[in-house]
């Protein structure tokens, strides 16, 4: 109890700190929002031509704007020796990853959730769909699971954005690729049974990958 | 070392041989160090002596290499955890988040300490540091000493018994100064144990119960303040600057 009771405090903590300076979320719905318009004008209005790349597209935008956002996870705990502050409090590594995690994951539901229905209103397309919100949480979950992981490590280093998306973005391209594959058969208006192929690839990803980043975390963080 | 008639229960904090490296960087070398309950030290030393590294490996942020270290009994590889909830860091750099208000601040890290009757708490912790008037200004707007100020009263929250201060005395007004170290010193009737870093000789002569100079991860003067000898003192300081330079 003690654990979770720590994680949410620390999420809560980031999330008030966002809501007073709104630095990851102006910064990457901004960045979101441009791509998506670019994207929109480079394509034109054929609808085939939409239908064929929107699922790319989307997890493009989804996959950069998340780098940013992770980016921004740890560098707001570097200042002031934040993260060393937590390193001294009597708490587990673990359940600061959770709280971190959890932070993330919430800026990065509340960019898609306003990215979405841009992105069906451009685009024309049938997008604000069960479907595409099972996908994208269950793939954002994952994303996130093994960023958070990988934001604690590039924070130390010199060359951090770099060294997060070298290192972080081969490692998320399966669940990527899964969430693309899921989503053209989503928007090509498929059953759930030609999903569900690709959402169980996701949701095992989200699992290994949650279990993994949780254990190694504590090696990661220290000194 | 050990002191006659004494236990190893009753220090606070016991190292032996504790050596830290780096890559093939030697920062702590064979370390041997006891320190009694209530008793304050004062550590001197140059840029890169090691003092750093102590004050971290005593915290639990950093393992040792090799070596026994005990705070309040529990061994820091073994039992960090346990011996978070029982020290309290003060470092130069304040642990405090700028976006959030003080209150914010200490009620964060009053529940990474499990601090009960957290409301009361943080009042007395604020008002300890004279802080009260800026409880509910954001850090980021807080002038460098008085988020200093804050920094301790964030270490003060959960009562800690033994208090590692990593040259925390900047940007702190020189008057502040003997009314935040007694802020640190003692809390009703129970005295902290206290290892002290500082660049400050003449600061460090005031506050410390024994005096130490590290030099290149090894102890090379120690002596308890009421048998000082000053001119040894300064010379062993002197010597380990030069050495340095």
Redesign the interface.
């Known amino acids: 109890m003690r654990f979770w009771h720590k994680a949410i405090a620390i999420t809560w903590k980031d999330t008030l700190s966002e809501i007073r300076t709104r630095e990851i979320i102006f910064s990457v719905l901004v960045f979101t929002l441009l791509v998506i318009v670019i994207f929109n004008f480079a394509f034109g209005t054929s609808q085939e031509m939409m239908a064929l790349v929107a699922p790319g597209m989307l997890w493009v935008t989804f996959a950069f704007a998340g780098v940013l956002s992770l980016n921004r996870s740890f560098i707001l705990e570097k200042e002031e020796g934040c993260l060393e502050g937590l390193m001294v409090s009597p708490i587990s590594r673990e359940a600061i990853y959770v709280g971190k995690m959890l932070g993330s994951l919430l800026f990065m539901l509340i960019i898609e959730a306003i990215a979405l229905p841009i992105f069906a209103f451009l685009f024309n397309l049938p997008i604000l769909s069960l479907q595409i919100v099972i996908i994208t949480v269950l793939t954002t979950v994952g994303f996130v699971a093994v960023g958070t992981l990988f934001s604690a490590l590039a924070v130390n280093t010199k060359a951090r954005e770099m060294v997060l998306s070298i290192l972080f973005l081969p490692i998320v391209a399966p669940i990527i690729i899964c969430a693309v594959k899921a989503s053209d058969s989503a928007l090509s208006g498929e059953p759930w049974s030609s999903l569900f192929p690709w959402l169980r690839i996701i949701g095992a990803f989200d699992a290994i990958f949650l279990v993994v980043s949780f254990l190694i975390f504590a090696y990661v963080i220290e000194e | 070392m050990e002191r006659p008639g004494s236990t190893s229960q009753a220090w606070a904090i016991e190292i032996q041989g504790l050596t830290k490296s780096f890559s093939n960087k030697l920062a702590l070398n064979g370390l041997d160090l006891e320190v009694s309950q209530g008793e304050s030290v004062v550590i001197f030393g140059p840029n890169g002596a090691g003092k750093t590294t102590l004050i971290?490996v005593l915290?639990?942020?950093?393992?040792p290499t090799s070596g026994t270290v005990l705070v309040d009994g529990l061994n820091v590889k073994h039992n960090a955890?346990?011996i978070?909830?029982r020290?309290g860091?003060v470092?130069h750099?304040?642990?405090?988040?700028?976006?959030?208000t003080a209150y914010?601040n200490l009620e964060?890290?009053s529940?990474?300490?499990?601090v009960s009757g957290r409301k009361k708490r943080i009042h007395e912790v604020v008002a300890m540091v004279g802080m009260t008037s800026r409880l509910y200004d954001?850090v980021g707007t807080l002038s460098r000493g008085m988020?200093q100020r804050l920094s301790i009263a964030?270490s003060l929250l959960h009562k800690p018994a033994i208090m590692l201060l990593d040259e925390p005395e900047t940007g702190l007004d020189q008057q502040a100064i003997p009314m935040l170290w007694n802020a640190l010193e003692t809390e009703g009737e129970r005295k902290r144990t206290i290892i002290l870093t500082t660049h400050n000789l003449e600061r460090g002569l005031e506050m410390g119960d024994r005096l130490l100079i590290l030099n290149k991860g090894k102890i090379v003067y120690q002596g308890s303040r009421q048998a000082l000898d000053l001119a040894g003192l300064k010379e062993a300081y002197q010597h380990s600057m030069r050495v340095r330079v």
Request: proline share 0%.
């Open positions: 971290k915290a639990t942020i950093m393992n955890e346990e978070r909830g020290i860091v470092t750099r304040t642990f405090l988040y700028s976006n959030l914010e964060f890290y529940r990474m300490y499990d954001r988020q964030r």
